[in-house]
Each structure stands twice: as C-alpha cells, then as structure tokens.
C-alpha cells in the first residue's frame, strides 16, 4: 500500500500574532533599512528567521550584542520587565512584537500583583514567554509543569492566588493541572477567559479531527516551536502515527509504508509556503487525492504598532 490521500487540517499555519510579529519586522527594514536587531527569534520558525536574516534582521540574545542608536524589536514571545527598561535606558528605538494575547497575560499579572495576589504559573520552563511573564513581576509566581509540581507548591499565602498560564500549551495537559491546582486550592482565581489562544486551541481541535481520519499526521513546525510540538504529541495521543518536520526534506519514506491517507497541519509560527511543499513531495511519492477538512475560518488581526502603520 502507497499513499494515496492528503487531508489538510482548518485551520493550520500561521496565527495572528506570528502574521504581526513577521510584518513588524519588515515594515522596521522596510523603514529603517538593515539592520534591524531582534531580540531572540521573532516566532519559533527556522525558515521563517532564515529569511529575514537575508533581508537583514539581526537576531540576538543578549541587549549587550545590540549597538547604541539601533531599532530593535521584542520577539512575539514577549519579554521581562527587567529586558524591557534596560532597553529603553539603553535608547534603543523599540518596537514591541509581542503578541496582543500574551501582553493581555502580561497586564492581568501586573494589575493583580497591585491587588496583592500571588500567581500560579501553568508553563515550560525556559520557554521564552514563560521568562517573559514570570519577569513582570519581581516575586510571587510560582512556575508548574506538571501535576507533580503541583504537590510541592507552597505560596506564602492562598487567599489571593491566582493561575495564569503560557499561551501554547496542550489544552488536555493544562485542563488536568488546573484540576490537581484547584483541589489543592479550591478559592484560586482563574483567569476570565483561558490564556491558551484562541490559535492554539484551534490548532489542537482540529488536529483531534484529523487525526480520527487518517493512517498518520505529519506537523510542520520547528522544534523550538512549542505549539506544534503540542500538535505532534495531540495526534500521536490520538492513536495516530505522528511526524514534525521543519520541511519538506525532512520526510522519511519509511514512515508511510502501509500508510494510505495522510493528516497534514502546520503550527502557529509555520508559512504555508512550507506546508505546501511537504504536499507537492507527498504527490510525488503517489498521492493522488489532496484535500482540506471543514474548519473554523479564523479572521483575527492585530494592528502593527504605531510607527510602522501604513499611515504613520
Ligand atoms: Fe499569539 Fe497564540 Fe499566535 Fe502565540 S500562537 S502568537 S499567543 S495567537
């Protein structure tokens, strides 16, 4: 048996905050001309930082790697606030990528650490937004990655607590330690509407769709992307034999010996540049029948910063 047919998942690729991350840059270069500094990669994306590293994006870890007088732009990760007002003193002309989604976790923990609450944070840790939200706040916010780290939590007070979690996260994953948390502390406050994002939830319901149709499911993503290692582990829960490739040249035809009808999604940071290449090596290993699952159609977009406005 060969493959015969490639069902696509809706929705799949990139999101709205990656869609700005990747403008902001652009539209800086555009501007401002090269080099444009970026701090850590713009979106978890090899091919994606590839590319604007020949337009002339810099990308970099440190702010000591940064020259004085240079345009530099916060991945959509987001960052401390420590990162944040050493690049101001600095004087480093700043445009923030962060996307909206995360900044909105970044306020609501500023605003309740006024209120005297202490945070219970659902994250991996040394993902870059974890250190980005964990840095908003000088004390008080405590990470957990599991639900054994939930045993061992012991906040100095439990009256004011409340979750907070790192936007890519595996739905299932995060539903089960919020559930062990609010055991340990049933008056813990939660957020008002879930911090996973609205592309990230998306990503996963589909990929729970087409993973019940199809012999194996191939994710395109980079590994440093956190949403579409989730996809890859989801569609493997499933039962389904599962694949991340960072593109096309990745594929190995041992995997599809036996394998007639192929799942193929693309995580939030992933062009569909990308996707559509895996299809067109799929096709030449005997696909014959390419199709798309019925979706959410998703029409979130963000504004670009002032600055970088068409107007502005
Ligand atoms: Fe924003 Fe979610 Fe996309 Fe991350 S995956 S950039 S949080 S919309």
């Not at 590839?50 to 004085?68: I, R, T």
């Not at 979750?163 to 995060?174: A, E, F, K």
């Amino acid at each position: 048996m060969t493959i015969h047919s490639v069902l696509l998942a809706e929705p799949r690729g990139f999101c709205a905050g990656v869609d700005r991350a990747i403008e902001i840059v652009e539209k800086a270069l555009l501007k401002f001309g090269a080099p444009i500094y970026v701090r850590h990669e713009i979106v978890h994306n090899n091919f994606v930082v590839d590319a604007l590293k020949k337009k002339g994006a810099v990308f970099v870890e440190d702010l000591n790697d940064v020259p004085p007088g240079a345009t530099l732009i916060f991945s959509a990760h987001g960052v401390s606030r420590t990162v944040q007002q050493e690049a101001q003193a600095r004087g480093f002309s700043i445009f923030d990528a962060t996307c909206p989604l995360v900044t909105k976790v970044h306020v609501e923990v500023a605003k309740l650490h006024k209120e005297g609450y202490e945070f219970i944070m659902i994250g991996h840790k040394g993902h870059p937004e974890v250190e980005g939200t964990l840095g908003q706040i000088d004390s008080g916010i405590h990470l957990v990655e599991s639900v054994a780290d939930v045993a061992s939590l012991r906040p100095a007070q439990t009256e004011r607590l409340a979750v907070v979690t790192q936007t890519t996260l595996s739905v299932d994953d995060t539903a089960e330690i919020l559930a062990v948390v609010k055991d340990k502390f049933p008056t813990v406050r939660q957020p008002k509407q879930q911090d996973i994002c609205y592309a990230t939830q998306n990503r996963q319901d589909a990929v729970k769709l087409l993973s019940n149709q199809v012999d194996i499911v191939i994710v395109v993503g980079s590994p440093t992307s956190s949403n579409s290692t989730r996809l890859q582990e989801l569609a493997h829960r499933m039962g389904a034999d599962s694949y991340m490739v960072d593109s096309a040249t990745e594929l190995q035809p041992q995997w599809f010996v036996g394998k007639s009808s192929v799942g193929l999604t693309a995580g939030a940071s992933a062009p569909e540049v990308l996707v559509q290449e895996v299809i067109t090596q799929l096709r030449l290993m005997g696909a014959v029948s390419v199709r798309k699952m019925n979706g959410l159609l998703e029409n979130t977009k963000y504004p670009l910063p002032k600055g970088l406005r068409s107007s502005s």
